[in-house]
């Protein structure tokens, strides 16, 4: 009988609530410079050995940009430059949509990828970014290192929201 619930429950997939992003999201004092301290691997960051940075800018249309850094094994930088906009006009501006495709390419919506602030510190020394697929998931700090009781609450705070941390990939930054 186990064997047939196991084999009956397999065809079911449950649906999972999407993750909440932060009510709120003061662009102005999420501008400037975040560094990443982890994050889930994807294939956009194949190369990146560490020393990765994001920083936003917010433009006078109410859009940011956004420039990802990272060191790679031969040493040398690779850059992106990108845009974030509101993903929903009525939606909170936490949830954001960003763009590394050429400009000419924007109105293609596959182009945009979800870029959720699913978690912001008091005083935005630390974030949680993501996205309803929970394929993506990073760890953002203001500086290049944080204590370890901060990874664990982060870790904490992640796998609340449904992440799956066991393949999560800890950024070496070796700044201070």
């Given at each position: 009988m186990l064997a047939v619930l196991t084999h009956f429950s397999s065809l079911f997939v449950i649906a999972?609530?999407?993750p909440h992003p932060v009510p709120e999201l003061d662009l102005q004092r999420y501008a400037g410079t975040w560094y990443e301290v982890a994050r889930l691997p994807n294939r956009f960051q194949e190369r990146c050995t560490g020393e990765v940075t994001a920083s936003y800018e917010l433009r006078e249309d109410g859009t940011v940009t956004v420039i990802n850094r990272c060191m790679q094994a031969n040493g040398k930088w690779t850059e992106a430059?990108?845009?974030a906009r509101k993903a929903e006009h009525d939606g909170p501006n936490s949830k954001l949509e960003v763009r590394f495709a050429p400009r000419?390419?924007?109105w293609l919506?596959?182009?945009w990828a979800d870029y959720?602030?699913?978690h912001l510190s008091p005083h935005y020394e630390h974030?949680?970014?993501g996205g309803p697929s929970r394929k993506y998931l990073w760890f953002l700090s203001r500086t290049p290192k944080v204590e370890e009781a901060t990874m664990q609450e982060l870790d904490?705070?992640?796998s609340e929201q449904?992440?799956?941390i066991k393949d999560l990939v800890r950024t070496v930054n070796t700044a201070d």
């Amino acid at each position: 009988m186990l064997a047939v619930l196991t084999h009956f429950s397999s065809l079911f997939v449950i649906a999972q609530e999407e993750p909440h992003p932060v009510p709120e999201l003061d662009l102005q004092r999420y501008a400037g410079t975040w560094y990443e301290v982890a994050r889930l691997p994807n294939r956009f960051q194949e190369r990146c050995t560490g020393e990765v940075t994001a920083s936003y800018e917010l433009r006078e249309d109410g859009t940011v940009t956004v420039i990802n850094r990272c060191m790679q094994a031969n040493g040398k930088w690779t850059e992106a430059e990108g845009r974030a906009r509101k993903a929903e006009h009525d939606g909170p501006n936490s949830k954001l949509e960003v763009r590394f495709a050429p400009r000419w390419l924007g109105w293609l919506p596959f182009v945009w990828a979800d870029y959720w602030v699913l978690h912001l510190s008091p005083h935005y020394e630390h974030a949680i970014v993501g996205g309803p697929s929970r394929k993506y998931l990073w760890f953002l700090s203001r500086t290049p290192k944080v204590e370890e009781a901060t990874m664990q609450e982060l870790d904490r705070r992640a796998s609340e929201q449904g992440y799956d941390i066991k393949d999560l990939v800890r950024t070496v930054n070796t700044a201070d």
